[in-house]
């Protein structure tokens, strides 16, 4: 685990990722032995909805050594000048190198003491296997994780290039919308039995929303994977996106729904489904009028005969044109 990817917080130093929106908690404590009793850590473990908790040995060293760390970074970052007198710039080169090996001995205190914790998560004792302290972490994560995202796995495999992906369904055709519609079953399901209750109890999806429902517990899936699965219902014909009252086009969709400040303006709303016979009666007539039969999605249908009635009235303006003039 890369641990440049959090930022410190001095409360039992929290540990925040992702920022937040994302916010999954690593809480680290110090205490003094038999301060606490491990059943407190074991409690805390399983509020807001679950979190790590890293129960440090105390070491007085590790608060003297990072505090000295933290304000000699600031001085050298505050008072250095290319203008200061050399004995001075020989001062805080010296005063560097020694923040240096102070970050070093920091970081072997730590991993030490990472490595030789006792960890909580979802209200559980964890036991770890590892020795060496990212495995230790990423352990911990993978626990927490497992209790307390159980619908994190309806996505079967999280894409390697989602914005890529997306611009390829939103590209799909017929065929490949069939391979659409088998992909991350159970997630979309999920997502299509949410509009459908919200239909149903008229109450209006709002994209931005949407996302935020899915990125917390249970589910924990990134934006873009949401983002993929609504195009994927999109283009299937199960939904239709709104922005301003009016139905997004299908070429405009990518560019907006990728636009943070645009996802509190679009809705996603259940599109109402023509009955099968209907639609099978539309095509019949169409190839009666036209003797060639349309698609068997709506869509396409849709498309197949207003271009075929745009054919028409081109021919009889042609036609029209003739009687007119005679030429």
Known sequence: MDCSRFTWQRLDWVLLDGGPKRRRNLRW???????????????????????????????????????????????????SDDTLPETTKRIHRSMAEENRERRERLKNVLGQLVSDALYFAAGQKVEIKS????????EALEYLIDNTFPKMAYIGKFSDDPKRELQAILRSNDLQKTAIAGANTQAMEECRDFITLSDKANHPIVLFDML?????????????????L??????LGEIQLMMNGAPITIDKVFENITAPRKQRSITVARRKMTDPKVLQQCRNLGKDVFSEMGPDSEDGLFEFLRGKSRDWQSSLSNYKSLADTGA
């Open 131 to 138: 020795s060496s302290p990212s495995m230790a972490l990423d």
């Open 230 to 235: 609504i195009s994927s219902l999109l283009v």
């Open 29 to 79: 404590t110090t205490a003094e032995p038999g301060l606490w009793e491990n059943s407190r850590f074991q409690r805390d473990s399983s509020t807001d909805g679950g979190q790590v908790v890293i129960k440090l040995d105390d070491d007085p060293t590790l608060e003297r050594e990072l505090r000295q760390y933290i304000q000699t970074e600031k001085y050298l970052r505050t008072k």
């Open 212 to 228: 935020e429902k899915y990125g917390k517990r249970p589910y924990g899936w990134p934006d873009d994977e949401v983002l993929i």
